[in-house]
């Protein structure tokens, strides 16, 4: 009887040494998959919807990415959030990288065996290594109006092809995704740019919603980008905007 009684205790130990085991582990599982969650909610902190016309969408945010590949699932998941997006849509991925060539070439990749989802559009941004307030007025007004030659975003080109691809109407819809890789300066020149030419912003407005949104000052090249185009405007197209914040 005893034997029988010390048999059972030893089971009985195991089996609560095994228990223990599988709720540790059932913890850890719960505890990475909780973590996961947060990164790629965090992934996303930079994504936002900036206009719609007619049907058609357009997004700013962070390069989609997970474990070297598209994340297509996660980014539409982030713009639904964001503003709804339609029920069927084809998706144009703004690329804005420029020495990130492996992710460019997935991205790239994913588009050539994805054909139904949208296309890609190669935009490299570098902004500008001078700032427009560095010349005097005279310099600034000539550069400014010439500004698609000497700048090689020739941002007064791309602002025209995406606000004539948003004019466009398409069955299905067209939604406009706009990036580099953190979603944060050279995604901020492109978006400030598009602020001021299409949304009756400011530049201050425009550059106050990308620090809001990006929790920091935007790197100087970006920064003096948007400048220069805030300065085109202004004088090529007669906009009536303040270009240099105090």
């Not at 969650?37 to 965090?42: F, I, Q």
């Not at 991205?107 to 065996?113: L, P, S, W």
């Not at 300065?231 to 906009?239: D, E, I, R, S, V």
Request: aromatic share 10%; net charge negative.
């Amino acid at each position: 009887e005893p034997k029988e009684n010390n048999t059972w205790s030893c089971s009985r130990a195991t089996m609560m040494m095994m228990s223990r085991a599988v709720l540790v582990t059932l913890a850890l599982t719960c505890l990475l998959l909780v973590e996961n969650n947060v990164v790629a909610d965090d992934q996303f902190d930079h994504l936002r919807f900036i206009q719609q016309v007619g049907k058609n969408l357009l997004y700013r945010g962070p390069e989609p990415k997970e474990n070297n590949t598209f994340a297509l699932k996660q980014m539409v998941a982030a713009m639904d959030k964001q503003h709804p997006l339609p029920s069927t849509y084809t998706i144009l991925d703004v690329n804005l990288l420029t020495t990130e060539t492996s992710d460019i070439e997935m991205e790239v990749a994913f588009f050539n065996a994805n054909p139904k989802v949208g296309n890609i559009l190669l935009w490299p941004t570098y902004g500008a290594n001078t700032a427009p307030y560095s010349y005097s007025t005279a310099v600034i007004k000539e550069r400014a109006i010439n500004i698609s030659q000497w700048m090689k975003d020739d941002l007064p080109t791309r602002m025209v092809i995406i606000r004539k691809l948003l004019d466009t109407p398409v069955d299905p819809p067209l939604v406009i995704y706009m990036h580099c890789e953190c979603g944060c300066d050279r995604t901020g020149e492109m978006s400030i740019s598009y602020y001021m030419q299409f949304m009756n912003m400011t530049l201050a407005q425009g550059h106050k919603i990308n620090t809001d949104i990006i929790g920091r000052e935007m790197e100087p090249d970006e920064k003096y980008g948007m400048e220069w185009y805030c300065f085109h405007l202004k004088y090529a197209l007669n906009y009536n905007l303040t270009c240099q914040e105090d």
